[in-house]
């Protein structure tokens, strides 16, 4: 994705965050038209998103029909949340290095807060705010490591995860719970 150009980076973005927000769902056909009329973005810049999202296997290309938006596997899922918990933790290792009193306050607040939602919930469904705080609650740690690599691959999985609790709300993400 580094490499796209910036219009391909802007039709990339569109689209998937679209895919992960539910917008768009599996077995969802789209084609580049479509996409062009929806986002306002020319054919050529379109196309290299979407090649890079089939790459990516958020898409699935069907000839002379368009793309078909894909569903993770529950293998991908449990993958998912394997390479999740590696990076994490080397995060943690690395956060602990950098960390400063103001960062572990901030984790505090958010925890406490993220705590007193899921303390309200009366289902095993994840609330839509207190999923964004434990994203943010992982992001914190994330930055904190210093390595932006790192944090822009947590981020990456983070988006994952979003996607597939989008598609599939009772997916428990252990995580939620554990801060």
């Known amino acids: 994705m580094k490499n796209l150009p910036t219009q391909s980076k802007k039709a990339y973005q569109k689209i998937r965050q679209t895919i992960i927000?539910?917008?768009l769902i599996p077995g969802d056909i789209i084609n580049i038209d479509e996409i062009c009329l929806r986002f306002g973005t020319s054919k050529t810049p379109t196309r290299e998103a979407l090649v890079v999202l089939t790459h990516e296997q958020f898409l699935e290309s069907l000839p002379r029909i368009g793309y078909m938006v894909t569903k993770p596997s529950i293998r991908d899922v449990k993958e998912m949340f394997h390479v999740r918990i590696i990076l994490e933790v080397d995060a943690i290792g690395l956060a602990l290095e950098y960390i400063?009193?103001?960062?572990?306050?901030?984790?505090?607040?958010?925890?406490?807060?993220?705590?007193?939602?899921?303390?309200?919930?009366?289902s095993r469904i994840i609330q839509p705010e207190a999923f964004r705080l434990n994203q943010e609650f992982h992001m914190m740690i994330a930055k904190t490591s210093g390595n932006t690599i790192l944090a822009s691959l947590i981020q990456q999985q983070l988006e994952m995860v979003e996607r597939a609790l989008s598609l599939d709300p009772f997916i428990t993400d252990s995580s939620q719970h554990e801060n």
């Open 100 to 122: 400063k009193d103001e960062d572990i306050e901030a984790l505090e607040r958010n925890n406490k807060e993220e705590q007193q939602i899921s303390k309200n919930q009366a």
């Open 21 to 23: 927000s539910g917008d």
